[in-house]
């Protein structure tokens, strides 16, 4: 897993997958989860949208959203995979 850490990203795209952030700021952000192969700690998501696909546990996503700061952040469940939503 790649780690990307400190670093801000702003009005982007994201794939969480395969890659691990730590203290990294996200705003105005789309973030794709369609995986488990992911990890994030003390980030924080400021008007951000996480589209979750069924294969990823929302448990696990909640434990690694505890160390993180969020406003006005919302995960939507998204059955068709993340690249449809984004149609």
Not at 16 to 40: K, N, P, Q, T, W
Not at 60 to 65: H, P, T
Request: charged share 20%.
């Amino acid at each position: 897993m790649e780690l990307i850490q400190d670093q801000p990203f702003t009005n982007e795209t994201i794939g969480l997958d395969g890659f691990a952030f730590c203290r990294c700021a996200f705003e105005d952000c789309v973030i794709m989860i369609r995986s488990e192969g992911y990890h994030f700690e003390q980030c924080t998501f400021r008007n951000v949208r996480i589209l979750i696909s069924p294969e990823v546990s929302l448990a696990a996503l909640a434990r690694r959203l505890v160390s993180c700061r969020c406003e006005n952040t919302v995960c939507l469940w998204n059955p068709e995979g993340a690249t449809a939503a984004m149609a």
